[in-house]
């Protein structure tokens, strides 16, 4: 098992920037495929991007491909998103989730481990 504790969200306005840090703690970083989501209100939990536990592979959602960039430093336990022209409809909680030695997937039920998430909040 992996705890999983994000940061770096707030209050942007429209055309910034954020970058989100998910540090974790536990089992080897590096055993992990890496995952980024997040949910707005009323919608269901919704992929943004995945890393490989060495980096090789990765994949966005098509909304943020382009914008938003994932990647990882396993020497410091920790995975960032780069959100760069952020939009209103960017606004959302964001979580970090983990999988345990498999390949990088958008499906959120195949990650185990899960963050508290933390707000983003993009102002027109």
């Known amino acids: 098992q992996v705890q999983l504790v994000e940061s770096g969200g707030g209050l942007v306005q429209a055309g910034g920037s954020l970058r989100l840090s998910c540090a974790a703690s536990?089992?080897?970083?590096?055993?992990?495929?890496m995952g980024w989501f997040r949910q707005a209100p009323g919608k269901e939990r919704e992929f943004v991007a995945t890393?490989?536990?060495?980096?090789?592979?990765?994949g966005y959602a098509d909304s943020v491909k382009g914008r938003f960039t994932i990647s990882r430093d396993n020497a410091k336990n920790t995975v960032y998103l780069q959100m760069n022209s952020l939009k209103p409809e960017d606004t959302a909680e964001y979580y970090c989730?983990?999988?345990?030695?498999?390949?990088?997937?958008?499906?959120?039920?195949?990650?185990?481990?899960w963050g508290q998430g933390t707000q983003v909040t993009v102002s027109s």
């Open positions: 890393i490989s536990r060495y980096g090789r592979n990765i």
């Open positions: 536990g089992r080897t970083f590096s055993s992990y495929t």
């Open positions: 989730a983990a999988r345990f030695w498999s390949g990088i997937t958008t499906d959120r039920g195949q990650y185990t481990d």
